[in-house]
C-alpha cells in the first residue's frame, strides 16, 4: 500500500470500526452491567459519602427524630489505563497490515472487559483491603451501633453456605435496630463452580436419600460466572445485594476508552524518527466497594 494521508485514512477508518465492534460485541460485562452500580466522575478523585444505614420512617410522635448516622467517606482516585500496538512501515508498504484489523478488534474488546475485571478484582480485594473504618471489607465482627455485620464466610459455596450467606444479608440490622433491607441479587462465581451454583440455583430438584424433592433455592438469586475467578481465586464466591439501587461493586467513570491514532500519519515526528506507527486506547475509572452489609464474601 502507498503510504499517504489519504490511504491511511481509510485504514484508520478500518481499524476504528474494528474497534468499536469489539468494544460493543458484549463479551463478558455481565459484573458491570448487571451487577455493580456506574457512577459517574468529573474530577482526578470523587468523594463518596456513604451513610451506614438508610434512615428509616417512624411513627411521628412529638418532635421530630433527626437521624445522626455516621457517615463513611470514601475518597477514590481514577486510575488511567492504555492499550498500544506498534506496526512496521514495511508491514503497510508490503500490504501486511491487515492482519492489525483483528487485532484492533481484541483491543476494543479487551477495554470493554476491563471494567468487569477490575470489579472482580476489587471483590477478591476485599479480603484484605480495609473499609472506612480501618476494618478489612469482609470482616465477622463489624459493628453498625450494637449491632454486628457478618459478611464473612470462610467455606465452599455450597446450598449450606449459600443459605448462611442470604439469611445474613436480609437480616443485617443497623444504627436504630431497623433491618437495613438488603436484597440479595447475584452470587458471583468462578468456572470451577459452575455445576455447583447451577445445581443450587437452576436445578428444579434435589436429591435426598429417599426421593428427589423440589429446590426451594430454585431462582433465589441470578449466578454471574466470571472467567477471572480462577487459579488462587478459583473457589472463592460473593453474594451482591442492594438497598434502594445501591450496590457493593461500583465502577467510577471518569473517562471511557477512546481509540487513539496520533502516531498513523506519515508526517508525525514519531513515524519519522522511528519508521513505525502505532495506534491504541486509553481510559480513566477505578473499580472499588461501597458497603459491607451489600456483600458477602465466600473467602476460601
Known sequence: MDINNANLEVFFRDLS?????GFNSGVETSVLTNVAMTMP?????????WLNQIPNMRKWVGDRVVNDIESNTLVITNDKFES?????????????HGVYLPLASLMGQDAGMYPDELLVEALVNGETDTWTDGDTFYNNNRTFGSNT?????ELALSATTLNTAYQNMTSFVGHSDKPMKVVPKYL????SNRTVAFDIL?????ASSSAAIRNAN????????????????????FLCGEIAGIRGPV????????????RLSPDSDFVFETDKFQFGTRMRGKAFLSLPQLIVGGIV
Open 188 to 191: 458471583i462465581h468462578g468456572p
Open 149 to 153: 455485620i457478618d459478611n464473612l464466610v
Open 84 to 96: 498500544t500496538i506498534e506496526m512496521k512501515r514495511e508491514e503497510i508498504d508490503d500490504d501486511e
Open 251 to 262: 465502577w467510577q467513570d471518569r473517562q471511557k476508552p477512546e481509540f487513539q491514532t496520533s
Open 17 to 21: 470500526t474494528q474497534f468499536t465492534a
Open 41 to 49: 466522575s468529573v474530577t482526578t478523585a470523587s468523594v463518596n459519602a
Open 202 to 206: 437452576k436445578n428444579d430438584f434435589i
Open 218 to 237: 430454585q431462582n433465589l438469586v441470578t449466578p454471574i460466572q466470571s472467567s477471572r475467578l480462577v487459579g488462587d481465586d478459583a473457589a472463592k464466591w
